[in-house]
């Protein structure tokens, strides 16, 4: 069994010890953050989101009702059909994922037992997993004596988790299990909470990824449905507004939560702060309420013509998206779905989906939206009816303007000030960032005790850096196979470690490493903005549940790499 239905499997693995190379791609993703405990900040996020998500369901509930109250039933039925449907769709995905994350071990599609300690578990084939199989098959339970006790708080909790997802009320169970998972981490031991760790990390990928699918398939047409109904009837009643702002900040709020949680989970990024969401989280509020207003002026006059421009805008963004080559999911086919389903967000906002520098497809794409927004808004002026005046059609477009604007300036602070990986100010923003990327992360892997490296093991690059291959880690300016200079040689560097002139000399003896449990996936790494298999694929994630679980030792997950033959038959990629 693969983790990738159409991967190639590995034919031989070399008997040669593997060794450990150290890398951006490959560096443990669990000693990033284990040892940093839950904060009261972490904990008033989730309680935030949890206001946001109750919020916007509520307001649209409630305005759905006052329709109905007032006989506009055609209203009242638009309204109640992007809450339910959306809802309900989540609802199925997120109920699908605990039938699987719930069920038990020996009746996965995986059946493998990893080790308890010092075995392999791999993604490849039954040969590989055989050994793992013999070796860790006294550590699991057996569900055969498995207790009546047990037995009944599994019903129970199949029962509650039933009844959770009938009630629509799937992400606020996920929700307060984040808030759980985070508060048992902050008042156990190391051990404990590092088990914690994993679990927290994947309940935040699942609620994010699920309230990002819900902002879109619900809070974004039900913002421009109420924004029409508003300017076609010429008022504003209160709870209109309210709907409309609760649906702005919902989506504004999940794009910053998204970026946020996809880049503490991956090792060879920085994390985001807090004081970045929120400015991120402002940039798309404006941004996309300047949008979707010029969407809902437009549609209030050309209902027809509207319907063709959204067509027409998305498919040009799905065949940019797809000309760019993203690298999300396991096939091809996959990804043209999830291509599709980003060209729907690339009609309100953008989302980044192909690493690299993003700034001149970002200014590429808000160029293309403002003119599409100018030339929306100055179509309703020039079309609109008699009842609108003057004074009330200039002071909707100078909204439509000042609100764009806003979200600029906003997108501007961000990537000028608070960005992640520094300030990008200019091409030698890349340069100064690996000097001192250098620095910082040297000194933060002693202070946590990390032994020294061996003279023979290439030390990690700064996680700000691009991947580089293994021919690209050598001294100074070594070369790629292909001969083109590493990453490291596209600048001038700030700070360089010369090789010495003699030999080294004979490292000193050092406590050997105890080594844990592996799981080897026969997958490569995916890059940035994808997420890591282990934390899509299902099967890994309760795989290293259960080795976390069973075993004092954290497992290391390898990846397959590409860059040489050698390290594809010895799966040395490690995280």
């Not at 602070?413 to 690996?434: K, T």
């Amino acid at each position: 069994m693969a983790a990738k239905s159409d991967g190639a499997a590995v034919s031989e693995q070399s008997e040669t010890p593997s060794r450990c190379l150290v890398g951006p791609e490959q560096r443990p993703t669990l000693y990033r953050y284990v040892g940093t405990p839950y904060t009261l900040v972490d904990c008033c996020w989730v309680l935030c989101a949890l206001l946001v998500f109750f919020s916007d369901g509520a307001t649209d509930l409630w305005l759905a009702a006052d329709y109905y109250l007032r006989g506009n039933n055609w209203w009242f039925w638009l309204t109640l059909l992007f809450v339910v449907v959306p809802s309900t769709v989540v609802q199925v995905l997120s109920f699908r994922w605990f039938v699987y994350d719930y069920s038990e071990l020996s009746g996965t599609s995986s059946g493998a037992a990893p080790a308890a300690s010092g075995g392999d578990f791999s993604t490849k084939g039954s040969e590989q997993r055989s050994t793992g199989n013999a070796a860790g098959a006294s550590s699991l339970p057996a569900t055969g004596t498995m207790s009546s006790t047990r037995r009944c708080c599994r019903v129970c909790m199949w029962i509650f988790q039933s009844v959770i997802h009938v009630l629509q009320l799937g992400q606020v169970w996920r929700y307060v299990h984040v808030l759980y998972l985070g508060v048992q981490s902050r008042f156990h031991g190391e051990l404990e909470r590092r088990h914690f760790y994993w679990r927290l990390m994947f309940e935040s990928a699942d609620i994010n990824m699920l309230r990002l699918l819900e902002a879109f398939l619900k809070s974004a047409p039900q913002l421009v449905l109420q924004l029409s109904i508003m300017i076609h009837g010429n008022q504003i009643l209160p709870l209109q507004g309210l709907s409309a702002s609760a649906s702005l900040v919902s989506l504004a709020w999940m794009i910053a939560s998204y970026q946020k949680v996809l880049r503490d989970s991956r090792d060879d990024k920085l994390p985001m702060s807090y004081k970045a969401v929120i400015v991120q989280m402002l940039w798309h509020l404006f941004t996309i309420g300047a949008r979707t207003i010029a969407f809902a002026l437009f549609a209030s006059v050309f209902q027809l013509y509207f319907g063709i421009f959204i067509v027409a805008h998305w498919c040009a963004m799905t065949f940019w998206i797809i000309q760019g080559e993203t690298d999300f999911c396991m096939s091809k086919w996959e990804e043209i779905i999830y291509n599709m389903v980003v060209g729907i967000i690339y009609i309100f906002c953008w989302f980044n989906v192909k690493e690299g520098r993003a700034r001149f497809r970002l200014g590429v794409y808000y160029c293309v939206t403002l003119v599409e927004n100018t030339a929306l808004t100055a179509a309703w002026y020039l079309h609109r009816g008699p009842h609108s005046s003057d004074f009330y059609a200039l002071l909707i477009v100078c909204v439509v303007l000042c609100s764009y604007a806003l979200g600029t300036f906003f997108m501007l602070v961000y990537y000028c000030l608070l960005h992640p990986d520094g300030p990008m100010l200019g091409p030698q923003w890349s340069c100064v960032e690996e000097g001192m990327g250098a620095m910082g992360l040297g000194g933060a892997e002693f202070a946590e005790g990390t032994p020294v490296p061996q003279q023979d093991v290439v030390t990690s690059p700064p996680r700000t850096l691009q991947r580089t291959t293994r021919g690209d880690r050598g001294d100074g300016g070594a070369m790629t196979p292909g001969g083109m200079p590493g990453d490291r040689d596209s600048c001038m560097p700030v700070f360089q470690v010369r090789p010495p002139s003699a030999p080294p000399s004979a490292p000193s003896p050092r406590t050997p490493r105890l080594e844990g449990p592996v799981i080897r996936i026969d997958l490569p790494r995916k890059r940035y903005p994808a997420w890591d298999a282990h934390f899509i694929d299902r099967r890994l994630r309760k795989t290293i549940l259960v080795l976390e679980t069973t075993s004092p030792i954290t497992p290391r997950i390898q990846y397959r790499s590409l860059t040489n033959p050698k390290e594809v038959t010895e799966y040395e990629t490690t995280v």
